[in-house]
Nanobody, 126 residues
Framework: QVQLVESGGGLVQPGGSLRLSCVAP????????IGWFRQAPGKGREGISF????????NYADSVKGRFTVSRDNAKKTVYLQMNSLKPGDTAVYYC???????????????????WGQGTQVTVSA
């Protein structure tokens, strides 16, 4: 069992930045593919970013491309989501998810991931 913990959410003004972190206490995330998802009130869970385990291939949804950057620090056993130029439409609960194998063309599908964190709230508002 892998327990994921997200942190770094909060309230930010439009145009601001936040950096989310995803860790798994007691587990080395090096071998895991990591996806970032978000869910706004009344909407489904949207896959927004992905980073592979071995070659650090990344993918992004069109809605965040050019504004968000995913990275991983294996020494710190942490995966990050740097979010810049935030918009009110980015308001959501953000989740990280992990699995040992994720098919590349399905990285944004929630059912590709076995392990999930509890989420961290991001609110973008003036």
């Amino acid at each position: 069992q892998v327990q994921l913990v997200e942190s770094g959410g909060g309230l930010v003004q439009p145009g601001g930045s936040l950096r989310l972190s995803c860790v798994a206490p007691g587990t080395d995330l090096d071998a895991y593919f990591i996806g970032w998802f978000r869910q706004a009130p009344g909407k489904g869970r949207e896959g927004i970013s992905f980073i592979s385990s071995f070659d650090r291939t990344t993918n992004y949804a069109d809605s965040v491309k050019g504004r968000f950057t995913v990275s991983r620090d294996n020494a710190k056993k942490t995966v990050y989501l740097q979010m810049n130029s935030l918009k009110p439409g980015d308001t959501a609960v953000y989740y990280c998810a992990a699995d040992l194998m994720v098919h590349g063309d399905r990285w944004s599908f929630p059912d590709e991931y076995l392990f999930w964190g509890q989420g961290t709230q991001v609110t973008v508002s003036a």
